[in-house]
């Protein structure tokens, strides 16, 4: 099944005044969860780095194999929102 738009969604509700309220409460959400996102990937950043460095790891790759895209968040707002 294609991905609905949060817009297509939205405009099929009825009054006016919904569709603006939960247009709202569903941007709301959206910049809470890009937050999220954009914090979990800052702290896994520094993490693996934190690995890397630390002369009693034994491997040195955790940035390279673990760290997330860096056009993560962008790459979510683009499926979200077409």
């Not at 991905?3 to 405009?11: L, Q």
């Not at 919904?18 to 247009?23: G, Q, V």
């Not at 390279?64 to 683009?78: D, V």
Request: net charge negative; no cysteine.
């Amino acid at each position: 099944m294609p991905a609905e738009s949060v817009k297509t969604r939205i405009n099929a509700l009825p009054p006016e005044q919904s569709r603006e309220d939960l247009r709202l409460l569903i941007q709301a959400q959206y910049d809470a969860l890009t937050a999220v996102i954009a914090s979990i990937s800052t702290a896994l950043l520094a993490l693996t780095a934190k690995l890397d460095a630390d002369v009693g790891v034994t491997d040195v790759n955790y940035a390279s194999t673990i760290n997330p895209s860096p056009t993560l968040a962008a790459t979510i707002a683009t499926k979200i929102t077409n």
